[in-house]
């Protein structure tokens, strides 16, 4: 069964820096295409970026663009989203999600992570 755990998480104040780490474990690793999520109160759950399965391919969302930077270590079976200039909006719950693709939709996604909690005060 493969696990999902992610670290990282915190209160922030507006334009400060945060890495998630998220640890895989209990299946290949490098068979996986990796993804993060976040979804906030009372909205859906919002795809923030994804990486391929060899780390040379990866995909943002918009209001992310140019700020967050995903990345991934197959030797230590770790995805990594470094977060830069941190908006009061980017307050949520971050997942880190394990699939076939790099896809954007929640729902192709196999396995998840439990979150971790971002918070960026204004």
């Known amino acids: 069964q493969v696990q999902l755990v992610e670290s990282g998480g915190g209160l922030v104040q507006t334009g400060d820096s945060l890495r998630l780490s998220c640890a895989t474990s209990g299946g290949t690793f490098k068979s996986y295409a990796m993804g993060w999520f976040r979804q906030a109160p009372g909205k859906e759950r919002e795809f923030v970026a994804s990486?391929?399965?060899?780390?040379?391919?990866?995909f943002y969302g918009d209001s992310v663009k140019g700020r967050f930077t995903i990345s991934r270590d197959n030797a230590k079976n770790m995805t990594y989203l470094q977060m830069n200039d941190l908006q009061p909006d980017d307050t949520a719950i971050y997942y880190c999600?394990?699939?076939?693709?790099?896809?954007?939709?929640?729902?192709?996604?196999?396995?998840w992570g439990r979150g971790t909690q971002v918070t960026v005060s204004s």
């Open positions: 990486v391929n399965w060899s780390g040379d391919m990866t």
């Open positions: 999600a394990a699939g076939s693709l790099p896809l954007v939709v929640p729902l192709t996604y196999k396995y």
